[in-house]
């Protein structure tokens, strides 16, 4: 190699060197797009731990299939038989194809909705559930709104484009975070191959990301690319929800990323010890950055005169966030 292609090669190596690292630390060479609508939110506490045009109302494709999976799963059993309407065969998008006049338990229909996105899945049980895809929606609506989902509006259970059907990250994160707390809904959506029917997940995420267990992926032209996501570390499930997102794997590969590195779970109650000579039913646990250590709040307002029987209430204990209330539960005599 003469000296002057090794000067260059050199120069070159060290101007990439110097892009990569900014303030002693390694960046990323290429940082996904930003979506329309982004929101991440720790499962339990549901507490929102990153947002980006969170409240924005947006179409959200097949992610749409979250809601239609947890109502049914409320409502429905897993083992009734169903026989396949004649409105589901040949509905339009993704299918697993069924016919007319054959059975599957509600049990496959789960998994071929949240693994194939079959929307002939949805039409079935929307129609098994409420006899119509309209009296479908109505319960859509009421379990969104009872989520705290209040910026969303559902008019089919399969989210093919309609201008009337849409959602928010943050409230598709609210009802993914209520989904993931069934253990059924988690054992499907956590599912790489159903074996019974030969269906294998769409979602990359489950392969890609360590500790991915779940949800479900969506397109249309429409709503672009959209994708929620849980996963695991530590203790700690976070949600992740992605709509019209260019590089969804990417930037929900980041969001997880960057959540998971600034927060993790704090016992801040735990039942197996006293507080202050008193008795606590219940475990709390909350995520925060190890910053926000310094600005919890605890407070105990104890009853006057205090009872004197075991068992009977001394009080409250309330923790703060800042001004902000996290927790409320009683104390108790010991």
């Known amino acids: 190699m003469n000296r002057s292609k090794f000067l260059w090669i050199s120069l070159a190596t060290a101007l990439v060197m110097t892009l990569l690292i900014i303030g002693g630390r390694p960046v990323t060479p290429h940082a996904a797009a930003p979506s329309k609508g982004e929101c991440v939110v720790e499962v339990s506490s549901r507490r929102i731990l990153h947002g980006l045009n969170a409240s924005s109302k947006l179409p959200m494709a097949s992610t749409t299939k979250v809601l239609t999976a947890i109502l049914i799963l409320d409502d429905c059993s897993l083992d009734e038989v169903v026989t396949i309407p004649r409105a589901a065969e040949g509905v339009e998008g993704s299918s697993v194809y069924l016919r007319a006049g054959e059975e599957y338990t509600v049990r496959e229909l789960l998994y071929g909705l949240m693994l194939r996105s079959g929307n002939d899945c949805a039409v079935t049980l929307a129609l ?15 379990k969104a709104a009872l989520l705290g989902a209040d910026g969303s509006f559902f008019v089919n259970p399969h989210g093919l484009p309609n201008a009337h059907h849409y959602t928010t990250a943050r409230d598709l994160a609210l009802i993914s975070s209520y989904a993931m707390e069934n253990e059924t809904f988690r054992e499907i959506v956590s599912c ?11 979602n990359k995420l489950l392969s890609q990301y360590e500790g991915a267990i779940g949800v479900k992926t969506g397109f249309t032209t429409a709503a672009g690319r959209c994708l929620v996501t849980c996963a695991e570390r530590e203790g700690m499930r976070l949600v992740s929800v992605v709509l019209g997102s260019p590089e969804m794997y990417e930037r929900t590969t980041e969001l997880l990323d960057e959540c998971f590195g600034q927060f993790q779970m704090f016992k801040l109650c735990d039942r197996s010890a006293p507080w202050e000579n008193f008795e606590i039913k219940c475990d709390f646990l909350y995520p925060l950055r190890r910053t926000e250590l310094r600005s919890l709040r605890f407070q105990t307002d104890l009853k006057d005169p205090l009872p004197v029987k075991s068992g009977e209430v001394a009080g409250q204990l309330h923790i703060h966030l800042q001004n902000d209330l996290l927790f409320s539960q009683n104390l108790y005599i010991i």
């Open 192 to 202: 790489k191959f159903y074996e019974p029917r030969g269906w294998k997940n769409k």
């Open 128 to 142: 098994h559930h409420s006899g119509s895809v309209e009296a479908f929606s109505e319960k859509m609506n009421e």
